[in-house]
């Protein structure tokens, strides 16, 4: 089975630009997390969507947000682009919204110049 | 607030037995991951435990005390390839938010 697929790899954009993300789940898999790690800290939860619905937000500002389609597939937006916002940002899929593993993708590596 | 402890760095022998702890304060608790992240990579998930006491997972070990707000992950039989970061995790009570510790470093030498 396939696991956790984003696209795309890496990404270098412009202050004040603004970048999609995206990310498939495992099949079968009905919820998937973002994630923003910085290098050298353990990734930073953004949000977690559940049958489309958003059911976790962190402590991130409002020019993140996201959103998850029918087939469980999601992007993440960033808008306003800072320097700060360079990072790894990982999407990780559960089965279900319970306590479960999650597994994660490879990542997408933005770098803002 | 929200907070994971874990050691920065640690180095160990290969072939010796390690013990990487994490303590943590959350406000609220639902079940604790540990994690193993090599460089560059993404993270991969080693153990979960929610209630008290030792999860035996082949070489991998980890235990839990709530009370403490303490876990540790045991590796045994240290091989080369356990060099990596292990990040600890804590769900929060509605299960849909996932605080990680920074994570910490494991050199395995020779």
């Known amino acids: 089975d396939a696991g956790v697929t984003q696209s795309p790899t890496h990404l270098i954009k412009t202050r004040g630009q603004h970048v999609t993300l995206r990310c498939s789940p495992i099949?079968?898999?009905?919820?998937v997390s973002w994630y923003q790690q910085v290098l050298g800290q353990g990734p930073q939860f953004i949000f977690q969507y559940y049958e489309k619905e958003e059911r976790g937000r962190g402590n991130f500002p409002d020019r993140f947000s996201a959103r998850q389609f029918p087939n469980y597939s999601s992007e993440l937006n960033v808008n306003a682009l800072l320097l700060g916002d360079s990072a790894l940002y990982l999407c990780?899929?559960?089965?279900?919204?319970?306590?479960?593993?999650?597994?994660f993708g490879p990542g997408t590596r933005l770098t803002v110049t | 607030g929200q907070n994971i402890d874990q050691p920065t760095e640690m180095t160990a022998t290969e072939g010796a037995i390690v013990q990487i702890n994490c303590t943590y304060q959350t406000s609220g608790f639902n079940g604790l991951f540990w994690y193993q992240q090599h460089a560059g990579e993404a993270p991969t998930f080693l153990s979960y435990?929610?209630?008290?006491g030792l999860e035996e997972k082949g070489r991998f070990s980890s235990f839990l005390s709530r009370s403490k707000g303490y876990s540790y992950l045991l590796l045994k039989e240290l091989q080369m390839k356990d060099s990596a970061s292990y990040l600890c995790a804590v769900r929060d009570t509605g299960g849909f938010k996932t605080i990680f510790g920074a994570g910490t470093r494991l050199f395995v030498k020779a």
């Open positions: 099949s079968g898999h009905k919820s």
């Open positions: 435990n929610v209630l008290d």
């Open positions: 990780a899929s559960s089965k279900d919204g319970t306590p479960y593993e999650q597994y």
